[in-house]
T-cell receptor
Framework: KNEVEQSPQNLTAQEGEFITINCSYS?????LHWLQQHPGGGIVSLFM???GKKKHGRLIATINIQEKHSSLHITASHPRDSAVYIC??????????FGTGTSLTVIP | DAGVIQSPRHEVTEMGQEVTLRCKPI?????LFWYRQTMMRGLELLIY????????DSGMPEDRFSAKMPNASFSTLKIQPSEPRDSAVYFC??????????FGSGTRLTVV
């Protein structure tokens, strides 16, 4: 069993749709990260969360520590949002675990 | 700041050869991470340093892999001898304690 599970694995949306990607984890954490990897391969850190909610432009990340769950939302999706989104956690024991990623394709 | 700088961007080498990957973290960042990404296994953490000291190397696949951080501005990941199954993209990332990661552009390693 993976310590970090993401869903869905693949997601296709029409431009403008609201998108949600989910991440569940089974360990106690000190921080959770959402990463974005574009087809060119570069990885960008979108958010680091330990509680509550963060917003950056059209992206919103939330975390529920009690339920061990985080969501990444994209409002008014755009084709340039097409990428793989990876959830990663740092456990309270300073171990790092990664989800397998959600591949998002936004169609014009 | 130029961000996290990795070199080389691409490396093709023959099985059995030594490979050295290099990373320059962002100045002032106290954590440095080495990751490997393959289609089969996704993103894996190999090792990370805090203030130049290796903290956790449990992700290093075997003794053929070694990593060093002689100072705050430079780290190397060495594979000796290399094998075809080491072919992957190797990422270096750095961070400040309370902030997110900044990733380098990666080194695409092909071992033939």
């Amino acid at each position: 069993k993976n310590e970090v599970e993401q869903s869905p694995q693949n997601l296709t949306a029409q431009e403008g749709e609201f998108i949600t990607i989910n991440c569940s984890y089974s360990v106690g954490i000190s921080a959770l990260h959402w990463l974005q990897q574009h087809p060119g391969g570069g990885i960008v850190s979108l958010f680091m969360l330990s509680s509550g909610k963060k917003k950056h432009g059209r992206l919103i990340a939330t975390i529920n520590i009690q339920e061990k769950h985080s969501s990444l939302h994209i409002t008014a999706s755009h084709p340039r949002d097409s990428a793989v989104y990876i959830c990663a956690v740092r456990s309270t024991g300073n171990q790092f675990y990664f989800g397998t990623g959600t591949s998002l394709t936004v169609i014009p | 700041d130029a961000g996290v700088i990795q070199s080389p961007r691409h490396e093709v080498t023959e099985m059995g050869q030594e490979v050295t990957l290099r990373c320059k973290p962002i100045s002032g960042h106290d954590y440095l991470f080495w990751y490997r990404q393959t289609m089969m296994r996704g993103l894996e953490l190999l090792i990370y340093f805090n203030n130049n000291v290796p903290i956790d190397d449990s992700g290093m696949p075997e003794d053929r892999f070694s990593a060093k951080m002689p100072n705050a501005s430079f780290s190397t990941l060495k594979i000796q001898p290399s094998e075809p199954r080491d072919s992957a993209v190797y990422f270096c990332a750095s961070s400040e304690t309370a902030h997110g990661y900044t990733f380098g552009s990666g080194t695409r390693l092909t071992v033939v």
